[in-house]
């Protein structure tokens, strides 16, 4: 399984970027997968999350609803995430994840995950 993100950068506060992670070798439709992020000193933090195994169920974390959007697009084997209205809390190195296992419980916490990139650096100022 491999897992590349892309699209990381810098952006000005209130502004929008996308990341995208390019999927090979994992089943989109046998488990879950999410986006998570870590900042310097900081744990690594579930953002959001998509039950793909499952009934399709999306997570947020409360600090990123209504500004963040996670979705996948099969034919491309790409995740995504939206960013909008950014804020400098948001600066973190960001990582794509998945794992086999349909999450039913605590879909952004970190543990469960299997399979990790290699994270993409966004930085809002």
């Known amino acids: 399984v491999q897992l590349v993100e892309s699209g990381g950068g810098s952006v000005q506060a209130g502004g929008s970027t996308t990341l995208s992670c390019l999927v090979s070798?994992?089943?989109?439709?046998?488990?879950?997968m999410g986006w998570f992020r870590q900042a310097p000193g900081k744990e690594r933090e579930g953002v959001a999350a998509i039950d793909s195994g499952g009934n399709g169920t999306i997570n947020y974390a409360d600090s990123v609803t209504g500004r963040f959007t996670i979705a996948y697009e099969n034919a491309k084997r790409t995740l995504y995430l939206e960013m909008n209205i950014l804020k400098p809390e948001d600066t973190a190195m960001y990582y794509c994840?998945?794992?086999?296992?349909?999450?039913?419980?605590?879909?952004?916490?970190?543990?469960?995950?299997?399979?990790w990139g290699q994270g993409t650096q966004v930085t809002v100022s």
């Open positions: 994840a998945a794992t086999p296992i349909v999450l039913t419980v605590s879909p952004l916490k970190a543990r469960p995950y299997k399979y």
């Open positions: 070798g994992f089943t989109y439709s046998g488990g879950c």
